[in-house]
């Protein structure tokens, strides 16, 4: 843990004041924190305090009313979900969102598929570009399953997978993109204690090895003071917190959240 | 006992990609290959041809087209007659335009057209899905069948209002019109559709089919690893229309040589496809084949079985045949919803532990 807390350099991504509504909700207002490059940041907050949305909007899915989204110095507002993966931001879903009708392997292969270069003559052809390019990125996928442990099932279809298997498969396909922001909306949703061991040890060795900066939304509080480097809360659409575990866990704002307050 | 891996070791990433990784399923495949270019052309006859392998493979290829679409983009189509005309009446406006143009770039020509009408009609399906889509994709049916029906210029300002394809020659040998030989057409019609079945295989294993099968799994998480939506589905338009429209092409030029629209292009045969799709079983090359034999040769050894064997009167027979064909259809949905291609598969699976299945 000390070793890789020495690593966080510059902000990667910086959330500006973003306010975000639908009709008379307010999903989101004057939301400010960033994500600095090699952390682990946890998102934490009550149900419904904006968490989900809050990646919606960086993955630019939800396009805010107002404020700025900084990513690798290029400032934007709203963007389309695929460019935002163009630029390097991956995510897995809090309901697993797989392609269930294609086997682990096809599902973690289209996460390469931004990768693949040769055009459309030579995938009718399947021969030349198109044919190396298949071998060289299934290599790069072996990888990644060796490194999830996934072997056994490269061959399933991920419908028939049981649900932690899935969240793993999940995990798989957004590394295959090699990204260098990654958004895990509650991956540890749904698992016992040993899964989610599992899944922590994967988070960081993500992390450690790749280098790659996750930003990941939990509600296991054991979990996310653990693993991750800062914590931001949110709370009905408002930041109130932002800090170190340990300065989180202190508090009085977020306690009151969590415990409620008293009644005078 | 014949079916089995075991002992067949993949170490390359280039083996266990092959199509057919299995040794007996190329066995298989080459025999199943020898037997439908070398042997069949021998004794094939105008029958036969004509009834029974020519709609075999026209519909093939169009329920392979289909099945690119509904099965693998997951983007439903209610269209296939109308691009099957449009197809058709490409490939007569071509040929009748440039007598001198060589079949097969009329053909693939019909197929370009084809491909853009479908792109245009795609269009739709960025916005609505599912039913929906299936509603518009319907009005491009009716569009389409109207259009070939009212403006004549479509078919040379003929008083019948069909078209009727010229006698045209291929390597020297005479492959439309009717003074062609059963065996030139069949070998005619199965090349395009071998070429054109490779080609599917080839897309759909490879990045293109990935794209298409993320967007019908779960268009949201595609968007987000990078597919864009609009391409994929457009693409998907499009080659799916291209191959429905060489399929039409084929149908008029080859198989039937004359064609009046609503009769040959109607919503019927629409739906017929989607049958054979559904039936071969969704996102699968094998199923559209398989589908589209069991709708096209199923009715045929059923006639023959009543009338030749049993001696009904064929009126009766044509009755007990289609409400027989209806029972089997959803027979088949029942016991099997994914198709015969699963059927197959399942038996692959069984076969490869029998006879000790534990």
């Known amino acids: 843990m000390t070793e890789h807390s020495k690593k966080i350099g510059d902000p990667l991504l910086k959330v500006d004041n973003i306010s975000l509504g639908f009709g008379g909700v307010q999903a989101l207002s004057n939301i400010s924190f960033e994500i600095r490059e090699h952390e682990i940041l946890a998102i934490i907050g009550p149900n419904g305090a904006g968490k989900t949305s809050m990646l919606n909007v960086i993955n630019g899915f939800y396009h805010p009313q107002q404020g700025t989204i900084t990513f690798r110095g290029e400032v934007r507002r709203a963007m389309r979900p695929y460019i935002a993966a163009r630029q390097g931001i991956a995510r897995t879903f809090q309901n697993v969102a797989l392609f269930k009708g294609m086997s682990t392997l096809d599902n973690i292969m289209t996460g390469r598929n931004l990768r693949m270069q040769s055009n459309f003559f030579w995938q009718i052809l399947h021969y030349g570009p198109a044919r190396r390019e298949e071998i060289e990125h299934r290599r790069r996928v072996e990888e990644i399953i060796d490194f999830l442990e996934i072997q056994a099932i490269r061959r399933v279809p991920v419908g028939k997978l049981p649900y932690g298997l899935q969240k793993r498969v999940e995990l798989a396909r957004a590394l295959a993109m090699e990204p260098e922001l990654l958004l895990l909306d509650e991956p540890m949703a749904g698992m016992n204690v040993e899964e989610k061991e599992d899944m922590s040890r994967f988070i960081l060795d993500v992390n450690e090895q790749f280098g790659t900066t996750i930003a990941l939304i939990e509600h296991d509080m054991g979990v996310v003071m653990d693993i991750s480097d800062r914590v931001v809360v949110l709370d009905y659409g408002r930041k109130l917190a932002d800090g170190t575990p340990d300065e989180v866990r202190g508090n009085q704002g977020v306690i009151d959240a969590y415990l409620g307050v008293p009644h005078e | ?358």
Not at chain 2, 12 to 25: K, L, M
Not at chain 2, 78 to 92: N, P, Q, S
């Open chain 2, 1 to 358: 006992m014949l079916y089995r891996e075991a002992g067949q070791f993949k170490t390359s990433y280039e083996a266990d990609q092959a199509v057919f990784p299995i040794r007996q399923d190329r066995w298989v495949i080459a025999v199943v290959l020898i037997v439908a270019l070398a042997a069949v052309p021998l004794v094939i006859e105008d029958y036969w041809t004509n009834a029974v392998m020519l709609p075999f493979l026209v519909y093939a290829l169009a329920a392979l087209g289909l099945n690119i679409l509904v099965g693998y983009c997951g983007q439903i189509s209610l269209g296939t007659g109308g691009f099957m005309a449009v197809g058709a009446f490409a490939a007569f406006k071509l040929t009748t335009m440039f007598p001198g143009m060589n079949l097969i770039a009329v053909l693939l020509l019909s197929g370009l057209v084809t491909a853009g009408v479908g792109v245009v009609f795609g269009l739709p399906s960025l916005r609505i899905k599912g039913f929906y889509l299936a509603v518009a994709t319907l009005a491009a049916q009716f569009f389409l069948v109207w259009l070939f029906n009212k403006v004549e210029w479509f078919y040379n300002y003929n008083a019948t209002g069909q078209i009727t394809m010229p006698p045209r020659e291929i390597f020297g040998f005479l492959v439309t019109g009717p003074a062609a030989k059963p065996a030139v057409k069949y070998l005619f019609a199965l090349s395009f559709v071998i070429v054109f079945a490779v080609v599917a295989k080839n897309l759909v294993r490879g990045r293109i089919g990935r794209m298409w099968m993320s967007i019908r799994d779960m268009d949201i998480a595609a968007e987000l690893i990078g597919v864009r939506p609009l391409h994929s589905k457009l693409s998907a338009f499009a080659v799916s229309s291209f191959y429905i429209g060489v399929a039409g092409g084929l149908l008029f030029t080859v198989w039937l040589g004359a064609a009046e629209v609503t009769e040959a292009f109607g919503i019927d045969k629409s739906f017929l496809v989607l049958f054979m799709v559904i039936i071969g079983g969704l996102g699968s090359v094998l199923g559209s084949f398989l589908g589209a034999g069991f709708l096209v040769l199923m009715p045929i050894l059923l006639k023959n079985f009543m009338v030749g064997g049993l001696g009904i009167s064929p009126v009766v027979a044509k009755h007990v045949e289609i409400t027989t064909m209806g029972v089997l259809i959803i027979l088949f949905l029942i016991v099997e919803p994914h198709g015969l291609a699963r059927l197959w598969q399942i038996t692959k699976e069984k076969l490869r532990l029998w006879p000790f299945p534990y």
